[in-house]
C-alpha cells in the first residue's frame, strides 16, 4: 500500500454518513474537523513512556480538515497528515459508529473536462 516517512502519519479517511437518529449526512457537509484510521505510522512521529498516549495503526484520529495531502489508491481516499496536525484520537463510540470509509469511483469524462483535466481520469466520491 503506502508507509509513512518522517513525522507523517496515513490514514483512510473517513466521513459520517448517518447520525445514530437516523438523519443522514450528505458527503458534501461542512465539518470543522476531519477523521480518518490509521494505516501507518512515520519512524519520527512522538513516542511516549507511557504507551498508552501513543498513536497506533487502528487508531481513529480527528485532525485539521486541512491538515493533510488526499491520495486516490486502491478506490479509497487516503490523507497523509503531518503529527502537528492530529487534534487527538476518537473515542466517543456513538460518533465512531457513524463513520464510514470513502469509496471513490472513475468516470467517463466529457471532453470538455478531460481537455481542461489534461487527460487524467476523474475521481468521484461516493
Same mark, same amino acid.
Given at each position: 500500500?503506502?508507509? +509513512?516517512? @518522517? =513525522?507523517?502519519? *496515513?490514514?483512510?479517511?473517513?466521513?459520517?454518513?448517518?447520525?445514530? !437518529?437516523?438523519?443522514?449526512?450528505?458527503? #458534501? !457537509? *461542512?465539518?470543522? %474537523? +476531519?477523521?480518518?484510521?490509521?494505516?501507518?505510522?512515520?519512524?519520527?512521529?512522538?513516542?511516549? =513512556? =507511557?504507551?498508552?498516549?501513543?498513536?497506533? $495503526?487502528?487508531? *481513529?484520529? $480527528?485532525?485539521?480538515?486541512?491538515?493533510?495531502?488526499?491520495?486516490?489508491? @486502491?478506490?479509497?481516499?487516503?490523507?497523509? $497528515?503531518?503529527?502537528?496536525?492530529?487534534?487527538?484520537?476518537?473515542? =466517543?463510540?456513538?460518533?465512531?459508529?457513524?463513520?464510514?470509509?470513502?469509496?471513490? #469511483? !472513475? *468516470?467517463?469524462?466529457?471532453?470538455? +473536462?478531460? !481537455?481542461?483535466?489534461?487527460?487524467?481520469?476523474?475521481? %468521484?466520491?461516493?
Amino acid at each position: 500500500m503506502i508507509k +509513512a516517512i @518522517s =513525522d507523517k502519519i *496515513i490514514v483512510t479517511e473517513l466521513k459520517r454518513s448517518q447520525t445514530s !437518529a437516523g438523519i443522514l449526512i450528505p458527503l #458534501t !457537509a *461542512i465539518e470543522p %474537523q +476531519a477523521y480518518g484510521k490509521i494505516i501507518s505510522i512515520g519512524p519520527e512521529v512522538a513516542t511516549w =513512556d =507511557d504507551d498508552s498516549k501513543n498513536l497506533h $495503526v487502528g487508531d *481513529i484520529i $480527528v485532525y485539521h480538515k486541512m491538515g493533510g495531502q488526499a491520495i486516490s489508491m @486502491s478506490n479509497k481516499i487516503l490523507c497523509c $497528515v503531518p503529527y502537528s496536525s492530529v487534534y487527538g484520537v476518537l473515542e =466517543d463510540e456513538t460518533l465512531l459508529s457513524e463513520l464510514k470509509e470513502i469509496q471513490t #469511483t !472513475a *468516470i467517463q469524462p466529457t471532453p470538455e +473536462a478531460e !481537455a481542461l483535466a489534461g487527460g487524467s481520469p476523474l475521481i %468521484q466520491r461516493v
